[in-house]
């Protein structure tokens, strides 16, 4: 075999190895005596550059062609023949061919017998090739081809090669599912086209007299489609969605995606469904520099089984401005809109169709426009929030304040070795309107609240633990449009409160079942005094109770927002025992126990509340366990020392021992100590899992380490679901159960979801769906409601690896 760089080709025909040694020898014994090599010091070797995924124009058009064969005849500067095992490469293509004629001054190859291209990954074969090498057009004979960004590969009469990144394939059929052995194999899938066009550059590709043949079934021929060689976005219509629904009857929508520019885009997409009629929904994005959004609108002309138009609204903005002042800086704006036609839109439509968004599903509908601003330590926040509640006579709800307008400031300051202070000031009007909520004879205390918390802190912090001393003063003053239940419009709350934190940290070495850990023990108190003051007449606008857990009963306040402050006079005492891996720090194991004790009884609550008595709280445990990978653990127990009873259990588990193995289960209760029932019980359990016992044919073992997102292997089930069910009402409340098969080319899902809409009515959806792998997904789209209900689903081709022309590499 004979290897040459055709810059450097001599006038004479090389056709041994022998011509190759002499010119070798000639070679040293002309190297200059005082060269590193005439020195004895080595030779010095530049370095190479590295090989990089995509080449420049100049490494494409202008780098050295170098060439290998069993015998070569060449005339410099002309031509070139290469025979037997005949090669010619350069950066980012490689061709080979029983003979290949070289034309130098035309840059034109013309190769024969068996002939090979991997072009940037995309591999050709044929009997014929014509090519122009440093813009690479030309047309090669009956080929065969893979490409390597959507991962097919077919056959086709002709292929013109248009430039480095387009060509046009005529008579082609083409499929992902890889070859089994066998003459009588065929692909599950195949897809013909009279012709098809590529474009790597824009990752798109046409096709003219298309016909899909799916197991043994064809399609009719469409004139031609277009689609995307990779995940890239791409203007068309996207594949149609199918579904049954118990509400809305056969439900096809089929949308059409428009990419505006690379940093926007619309979806458009008419929906027909048999019980209900026609509707359309729209979604737009768009991404700047300075800001980023998305608005999303569905319209029904006529509902026929509620004989009126319905529509549903949804925006996000957000954004900064910078005003061109150094003294003022930037200016952050942010606006959400939610907006329905109807009370009964959030039970009509429960899921989301392409355009609908979940917060148009809800009863609760925000809308906020805000403006902030910051410099320093120096922050301030204005916004007007308003609410749609959407309303239902068998259970009405109270909708939340609107606030028209809210303005916040607040100023920082955190010293590391001193004191930390802050204040704030925060004046809102607030504004509600009952009349809508159905036999409700409530009348809202709107009005105005202003109010000023400062507060200052100095905290000890060192390796062995912490005390840290806080002082806050809350200021507070109500102005009503009404009087107040003692007469009078105005009111005004000034309350001090101090607390003090302290703890410990200490640890030891240890070891459990051979592993080598480190264990702490953190034993901490927490001390708050607030005084008494009456509060009963004041209105609640934005406050409720906090859950009772082990990270807020170390609080001051059981209250988020500002209109209660709960008289305290209490100590909250627990300890942690944390377990990490000596070798990494990981927590493994976290134990945690912890108790607050009232000096004296609570007397400010929220209405309808029971207050704390004096005396011990119930007693907190919780625990968390994270040993490895496969298994994770978290509960709570809250006990009543006082009866010795459980009032709340929550227990939640994760068993994922593989990819594609997951088990979430997940029980919670609550019981009414004083009656001693259980107010609610709830089982909740989430998979996916893969059926073995259902594979087809003799599989691998799949317990070992599994490349990612491509799935167990082909022929292959999974099962997938996720089951709430109320122990107290004993029955499920959602439901959804599916199946899904791999094929290796092609998946296949068929999902059963039932959702309960109110205390007695509920709906149900069949969603099925084809995924031609590397081409497009037919039928409705189960994959979102998949990984929305079961916390760590994995799509079988989720995160593929980055295409590579290395992989592929010659």
């Known amino acids: 075999m004979h290897r040459h760089s055709i810059s450097s080709l001599t006038p004479v025909a090389l056709r041994t190895t022998a011509a190759w040694a002499v010119a070798l020898v000639v070679g040293l014994a002309a190297w200059p005596a005082g060269s590193a090599w005439g020195q004895g010091t080595g030779v010095k070797l530049r370095t190479s550059p590295k090989l990089e995924e995509n080449l420049s124009p100049k490494e494409s058009t202008q780098s050295t062609v170098y060439s290998t064969a069993d015998s070569m005849v060449t005339r410099p500067d002309m031509d070139l023949v290469l025979q037997g095992k005949a090669e010619i490469r350069k950066p980012g293509m490689n061709i080979k061919a029983d003979r290949i004629d070289y034309d130098q001054t035309q840059d034109i190859v013309n190769a024969t017998g068996q002939v090979r291209i991997n072009r940037i990954g995309n591999i050709f074969e044929g009997p014929r090739l014509t090519l122009q090498v440093d813009s690479f057009t030309g047309a090669m004979d009956k080929p065969r081809f893979e490409l390597i960004q959507s991962q097919g590969y077919g056959t086709a009469e002709r292929i013109d090669f248009l430039d480095s990144n387009r060509m046009v394939a005529h008579q082609t059929r083409y499929t992902t599912c890889r070859r089994q052995p066998g003459p009588d194999w065929l692909p599950e899938w195949l897809l013909k086209a009279t012709s098809l066009s590529t474009d790597n550059e824009e990752s798109t590709g046409r096709a003219e007299g298309v016909q899909l043949e799916f197991m043994g079934m064809s399609t009719p021929t469409l004139p031609a489609a277009s689609f995307a060689l990779t995940d890239e976005r791409k203007s068309g219509f996207l594949a149609p969605l199918y579904g049954i629904d118990t509400l809305n009857g056969i439900d096809v929508m089929q949308p059409y995606y428009w990419n505006i520019a690379p940093n926007r885009d619309a979806t458009f997409t008419p929906r027909v469904m048999t019980k209900r009629g026609a509707a359309l929904e729209t979604d737009f994005r768009y991404l700047e520099n300075n800001y980023n959004g998305q608005a999303r609108f569905n319209y029904m002309p006529s509902d026929s089984l509620r004989q009126q138009s319905r529509w549903g609204l949804s925006t996000l903005h957000n954004g900064s401005y910078d005003t061109g002042l150094d003294s003022v800086g930037r200016i952050g704006l942010g606006l959400t809109l939610n907006r329905v036609s109807d009370d009964n839109y959030w039970r009509d439509f429960p899921r989301t169709g392409t355009g609908a968004t979940m917060a148009l599903t809800q009863r609760l509908l925000p809308s906020t426009g805000s403006v902030s601003w910051g410099r320093g330590n120096f922050s301030m926040t204005a916004q007007v929030q308003r609410w749609q509640a959407l309303q239902d006579v068998s259970s009405p709800i109270t909708p939340p304040y609107d606030r028209a307008p809210q303005l916040t400031l607040r100023y920082n300051e955190w010293n590391p070795s001193g004191l930390d202070w802050s204040i704030t000031g925060d004046t809102t009007r607030f504004e509600a309107d009952y009349s809508r909520i159905p036999n409700s004879s409530a009348l809202p205390m709107n009005g105005e609240r202003s109010y000023v918390l400062g507060q200052v802190s100095h905290p000890w912090v060192r390796p062995w633990g912490f005390f840290t001393p806080k002082m806050q003063l809350h200021g507070t003053r109500y102005q009503m449009d009404r009087p107040l239940s003692d007469g009078t419009a105005v009111a005004n709350r000034v309350l001090p409160t101090f607390s003090l934190d302290s703890g410990l940290t200490f640890e030891r070495e240890t070891a459990w079942f051979g592993r080598s850990l480190v264990q702490t023990l953190e034993p901490r108190a927490f001390y708050a005094r607030t005084p008494y003051r009456k509060q009963d007449m004041l209105p609640v606008y934005d406050t409720g109770i906090t859950d009772f857990n082990l990270s807020t009963i170390y609080s001051e306040n059981p209250y988020v927002g500002q209109d209660r402050l709960v008289d305290n006079n209490a100590l909250t005492l627990g300890v942690n025992s944390r377990f990490f891996d000596a070798g990494n720090g990981a927590e493994l194991l976290r134990l945690g126990v912890a108790q607050r004790i009232r000096f004296a009884d609570q007397q400010v609550t929220l209405p309808g509340q029971t ?47 593989g990819p594609y193995r997951l088990l979430n289960l997940a029980y919670r209760v609550n019981r009414n100590v004083s009656t001693g029932t259980t107010a609610s019980e709830m089982v909740d359990v989430g998979w996916q899992w893969p059926l073995s016992s259902f594979t087809w044919g003799d599989k691998p073992d799949d317990s070992g380490v599994v490349k990612g997102g491509q799935g167990l292997g082909a022929d292959r089930w999974y099962t997938v679901g996720r089951m709430n069910f109320s122990v107290t009402d004993h ?60 916390q760590r689903y994995q799509y079988l081709r989720d995160d593929k690896a980055t295409t590579s022309r290395f992989l592929q590499y010659e």
Do not use: H
């Open 611 to 657: 207050a704390d008595k004096s005396g011990f709280s119930d007693l907190l445990l919780g625990a968390g366990m994270r040993w490895d990978d496969r298994w994770s653990v978290d509960s709570l127990v809250q006990l009543n020392p006082q009866t010795s009873t459980v009032s709340r259990t929550t227990l939640q588990t994760r068993y994922n021992p």
């Open 731 to 790: 029955k499920l409340v959602d439901t959804l159960i599916g199946f899904e098969y791999d094929a290796g080319c092609w998946l296949g899902r068929v999902v059963l979801e039932r959702l309960q809409s109110t205390v007695t009515t509920s709906s149900a959806r069949l969603l099925f769906q084809l995924e031609f792998v590397g081409l497009a997904r037919v039928g409705s789209s189960p994959l979102q409601s998949l990984k929305n209900n079961i």
